[in-house]
Nanobody
């Protein structure tokens, strides 16, 4: 089992920045890919970013490319999502997830955190 706990969400004005953290515990050595997803009210959960175990490979959704950066610190078992130039349409609950492979679809992930709310005001 792997446990994931997100933190760092909050309320920010458009153009501002936030950094989300995801602390992993348990059998983290079995997880290869780590990802961030988000879900806005009335919408499906969507892919945001993913990173490989080494951090050498990353994927981003087109909507966040150039504004968000995913990174990880394996010594701390923590994954980060640095979000810059935030827009109101980035408002959502953000979820951290862990997978056996590096994938960009929700059903490819085995474990999920509880989510953290990000609200961007205009």
């Amino acid at each position: 089992q792997v446990q994931l706990v997100e933190s760092g969400g909050g309320l920010v004005q458009a153009g501002g920045s936030l950094r989300l953290s995801c602390a992993a515990s348990g059998r983290t050595s079995s997880m290869y890919g780590m990802g961030w997803f988000r879900q806005a009210p009335g919408k499906e959960r969507e892919f945001v970013a993913a990173i490989s175990r080494s951090g050498g490979t990353t994927y981003y959704a087109d909507s966040v490319k150039g504004r968000f950066t995913i990174s990880r610190d394996n010594a701390k078992n923590t994954v980060y999502l640095q979000m810059n130039s935030l827009k109101p349409e980035d408002t959502a609950v953000y979820y951290c997830a862990a997978a056996l492979a590096l994938v960009t679809v929700p059903n490819g992930y085995n474990y999920w955190g509880q989510g953290t709310q990000v609200t961007v005001s205009s």
